[in-house]
DNA sequence: ATTGTCGTTTCACTCCATGGATTATTTATC
DNA sequence: GATAAATAATCCATGGAGTGAAACGACAAT
């Protein structure tokens, strides 16, 4: 249990972690069922959240409602650079053809911002509003590389060796390399997007299958990444430490 | 105050709304006087709900954190067409130059979904999330023409006789339009997404400022509206009334 | 008809959120 | 750099608000 967790409400964003997971209507006692409470409990709070509209009933069924969207749009305007990021990501991935990845950097932490598909149609399970590694990905390992000693220090979790290893490799070339690492059969490139003080973040990836993606493609794609990164932090009219949106 | 309206949830929820409104880091007394409550108690709840990741506390100021994001994917997965719609609505954009906004029906109600921005640089003060206007906006209109009467019955508002007197003309012509309506020198047309029974979903429009959307543009404009409308519909693979995300 | 399941409502109990007061920390002013 | 003002963070006695077992009603399957 957190610090100072008021009970009904880890209670119900539990609830509503639960339906986004499963991102299909649920009966309340299959609600009940999964976050482990009783039926009239997990009843009283769905009613609350409706009234909230941060779910939604549909005859028993509730689902994620559409709040969300409201708060969401809200995170991604004090993000900053996500609208700007949008075009950038789009060139990205019509230049490589393959599925693109934004990233922003909070607190220590790496989360899925945006992401658009490969024409191809490849599973890639990478869900918007996640949490992403750090060390695994080459978006992560290139935003590490950009932090400052003591930055790295503050981090939730140590850093592991082998990753510090490839610090100044990344530094030298300005894109991390993602071989298999996180996935088998899929490499990846990324790069960090950073702000005026040369902070990072964020950071875009681009990833596919190793099939489509051979060695000779790396240093296409990294400078591409690169491309995009770079236009993405000079799309954005001030990416300060405390952006603010108009 | 709602019928089943758990306290402690509510006040949550007016905070994450100021948050939202303001899309600014606020500190603990701002919010405080801003959603009328002791500042110890905004204290503990923005606790809270930073360890749900639901705000994001920067050194005293806070601001809507990142779960958003993971709420706002499940529910744009849950609406079923949100994704497919992306290509449609760009298509539509580039084809139009203007502005190009998404809803998605809900319990008699209109949410602005996503939005596409024309590259000419007019305000268009729509928020994605927001409620819309079912009576004012051509979406809107459009919507409404194509629910049954017994649907008409249930909205949770009373429908204008003016309203309902230009459902004839939207039904033949398969897009509605708005003249001024909501806003002075705003001219939009608007198309439904049906589902396979012929349930509205949602709907598209284009808004243009009348200067650049003359009256013999309603035509090319509405069947552009109609077209994107209709590929949204094809563009997903089951738009049935309990759709399921892959 | 019967049984089982699920959504909904009830209500007495008690635990937990409450907010005024206090302290610590930061920011502004001279 | 000392003082003051404003704000963030902490504390704790209190009672009202959330709790959940149980009962009810609706519906489906057998």
Same mark, same amino acid.
């Given at each position: 249990? $957190?610090?100072?967790?008021?009970? %009904? !409400?880890?209670?119900?964003?539990?609830?509503?972690?639960? =339906?986004?997971?499963?991102?299909?209507?649920?009966?309340?006692?299959?609600?009940?069922?999964?976050?482990?409470?009783?039926?009239?409990? /997990?009843?009283?709070?769905?009613?609350? *959240?409706?009234?909230?509209?941060?779910?939604?009933?549909?005859?028993?069924?509730?689902?994620?409602?559409?709040?969300?969207?409201?708060?969401?749009?809200?995170?991604?305007?004090?993000?900053?650079?996500?609208?700007?990021?949008?075009?950038?990501?789009?060139?990205?991935?019509? +230049?490589?053809?393959?599925?693109?990845?934004?990233? /922003?950097?909070?607190?220590? $932490? =790496? #989360? #899925?911002?945006?992401?658009?598909?490969?024409?191809?149609?490849?599973?890639?399970?990478?869900?918007?509003?996640?949490?992403?590694? *750090?060390?695994?990905?080459?978006?992560?390992?290139?935003?590490?590389?950009?932090?400052?000693?003591? $930055?790295?220090?503050?981090?939730?979790?140590?850093?592991?060796?082998?990753?510090?290893?490839?610090?100044?490799?990344?530094?030298?070339?300005?894109?991390?390399?993602?071989?298999?690492?996180? +996935?088998?059969?899929?490499?990846?490139?990324?790069?960090?997007? *950073?702000?005026?003080?040369?902070?990072?973040?964020?950071? &875009?990836? %681009?990833?596919?299958? %190793?099939?489509?993606?051979?060695? +000779?493609?790396?240093? %296409?794609?990294? !400078?591409?990444?690169?491309?995009?990164?770079?236009?993405?932090?000079?799309? &954005?009219?001030?990416? +300060?430490?405390?952006?603010?949106?108009?």
């Amino acid at each position: 249990m $957190e610090s100072g967790s008021i009970r %009904v !409400l880890s209670r119900a964003f539990s609830i509503l972690n639960c =339906l986004a997971r499963e991102r299909a209507p649920l009966g309340v006692s299959e609600i009940a069922s999964a976050v482990d409470l009783p039926k009239a409990t /997990v009843y009283r709070l769905l009613d609350s *959240l409706e009234g909230e509209r941060a779910v939604l009933g549909k005859g028993g069924r509730y689902e994620i409602g559409p709040l969300s969207l409201l708060l969401a749009d809200a995170y991604r305007s004090q993000v900053g650079f996500a609208d700007a990021a949008r075009s950038a990501l789009t060139t990205l991935r019509n +230049e490589t053809k393959e599925t693109v990845h934004l990233f /922003v950097y909070e607190r220590g $932490e =790496l #989360y #899925y911002l945006d992401k658009l598909e490969s024409p191809f149609q490849v599973r890639m399970h990478s869900r918007v509003g996640g949490r992403a590694s *750090l060390f695994r990905l080459s978006a992560g390992k290139a935003l590490l590389a950009s932090l400052s000693p003591e $930055e790295l220090k503050e981090l939730p979790e140590t850093l592991p060796d082998e990753v510090a290893a490839e610090f100044p490799e990344i530094r030298a070339r300005g894109y991390a390399l993602d071989d298999e690492l996180n +996935e088998a059969g899929l490499r990846c490139v990324g790069a960090a997007i *950073l702000d005026e003080k040369g902070r990072p973040r964020g950071a &875009v990836s %681009v990833s596919a299958p %190793v099939y489509r993606f051979p060695p +000779e493609k790396v240093e %296409v794609y990294g !400078l591409l990444v690169m491309k995009a990164a770079r236009s993405i932090r000079e799309g &954005v009219a001030s990416l +300060e430490t405390g952006s603010h949106a108009g």
